[in-house]
T-cell receptor, first 114, second 113 residues
């Protein structure tokens, strides 16, 4: 158990819909990362938040957005869903937002778009 | 662009065989290096990491990796694999005190009992 908690574990939804994935970082970790893992794209960094502020942005679609709340939990919002958005979405957390820190991953949220 | 390459996509070994998985990264300044393992249906778990110092790093479950700066490599090794090592292994690099990990494409290891 990494200490990073993600809900829901599995989600099936239809195209065009919107979903929210939730992540609670490890106790004391200020930084939250979102990654997408799909068969064709592998592991892709989406976005990072540090203590409530967006710190870095990767290959995140405009249809996707995220935020980190004052209690440090984070949510990833996926809208206008397409079949290709089906993937495993990982949240990860670390103590600090830059080098030298180790990133710990949650168990992921499986999203299936039908 | 910064990239990480894992040349072995699928590896099949018998129990007790030795393992070496390759990882090469593109030049991009200072690096921190990681190997993660993902067992079937599970999340990514940290095997080992290199930040500085001794380039031979020992991790959990008998794994080790060697950082060879001149070759931009960070290969993962294990002298004797077990069936329970069947998993997917990911090499990851953090560049220049940046904020994200760049992952390789992963290597699926199957160990036959």
């Amino acid at each position: 158990d990494s200490g990073v908690t993600q809900t829901p574990k599995h989600l099936i939804t239809a195209t065009g819909q919107r979903v929210t994935l939730r992540c609670s970082p490890r106790s004391g970790d200020l930084s939250v990362y979102w990654y997408q893992q799909s068969l064709d794209q592998g592991l892709q960094f989406l976005i990072q938040y540090y203590n409530g502020e967006e710190r870095a942005k990767g290959n995140i679609l405009e249809r996707f957005s995220a935020q980190q709340f004052p209690d440090l939990h984070s949510e990833l919002n996926l809208s206008s869903l397409e079949l290709g958005d089906s993937a495993l979405y990982f949240c990860a957390s670390s103590v600090v937002g830059n080098s030298g820190n180790t990133i710990y991953f949650g168990e992921g949220s499986w999203l299936t778009v039908v | 662009a910064q990239s990480v390459s894992q040349h072995n996509h699928h590896v099949i070994l018998s129990e007790a065989a030795s393992l070496e998985l390759g990882c090469n990264y593109s030049y991009g300044g200072t690096v921190n290096l990681f190997w993660y393992v993902q067992y079937p249906g599970q999340h990514l778990q940290l095997l080992l990491k290199y930040f500085s110092g001794d380039p031979l790093v020992k991790g959990i479950k008998g794994f080790e990796a060697e950082f060879i700066k001149s070759k931009f490599s960070f290969n993962l090794r294990k002298p004797s694999v077990q069936w329970s090592d069947t998993a997917e292994y990911f090499c990851a690099v953090n560049y220049n005190a940046g904020n994200m990990l760049t992952f390789g494409g992963g290597t699926r290891l199957m160990v036959k009992p």
